[in-house]
């Protein structure tokens, strides 16, 4: 059985969709907002561009439905809320971002959100605990761990022009 084709996008000041297609060839959707919130959409068979359903979930329905799909252990690739109430999640910068060719320190991100970035992802290569004088590029995703808020703040820092 060939393996499920998935795609990533990331949606600037949205979150990120997921586009899975299954071995019956029928198109699946998720958008991760940024909020926590997900929307669900299955696209109809005959015509695999035409939304046929969508559902919008909830953080704690999202949570559930991650539960019922694959119990124990979660994938290493799926960020999600924690019990603590703290949020994991992948922030892109673009080429165009004022942070581009800068310091991270000079984000004063951690001060001003409280939120830190615990990696850098680039190119193929993952950057862990970047130090204040960690130079950001554009194209780099950041990943980020702080409350639901401060990750709004952070990506909002992040998505300066």
């Known amino acids: 059985m060939p393996a499920p084709r998935m795609s ?4 600037p000041g949205i979150g990120v969709r997921y586009d899975l297609t299954t071995r019956e060839q029928r198109h699946l959707s998720v958008i991760a907002h940024r909020d ?4 669900v959409s299955l696209y109809r068979a005959d015509d695999p561009d035409a939304c ?4 919008h979930l909830t953080g704690a329905e999202s949570a559930s ?3 019922a799909l694959t ?3 979660h994938s290493p690739n799926v960020l999600h809320t924690t019990d603590l109430g703290l949020v994991a999640e992948r922030i892109p910068l673009s080429a165009h971002a004022h942070w581009n060719g ?3 320190g000079e984000t004063r991100m951690r001060t001003d959100t409280g939120a830190s970035v615990v990696a850098v992802l680039r190119r193929a290569q993952a950057i862990p605990s970047p130090a204040p004088d960690f130079r950001l590029a554009g194209g780099d995703t950041l990943i980020v761990v ?3 808020e401060g990750i709004e ?3 909002a820092i992040l998505g300066r022009e």
Not at 8 to 11: A, D, K
Not at 36 to 39: I, P, S
Request: proline share 11%.
């Open 8 to 11: 990533t996008t990331p949606l």
């Open 36 to 39: 926590g919130t997900r929307t």
């Open 52 to 55: 046929g359903r969508s559902l």
């Open 65 to 67: 439905l991650i539960d």
């Open 71 to 73: 119990p124990s252990p």
């Open 102 to 104: 800068r310091v991270l």
């Open 146 to 148: 702080g409350t639901r």
């Open 153 to 155: 703040a952070a990506a």
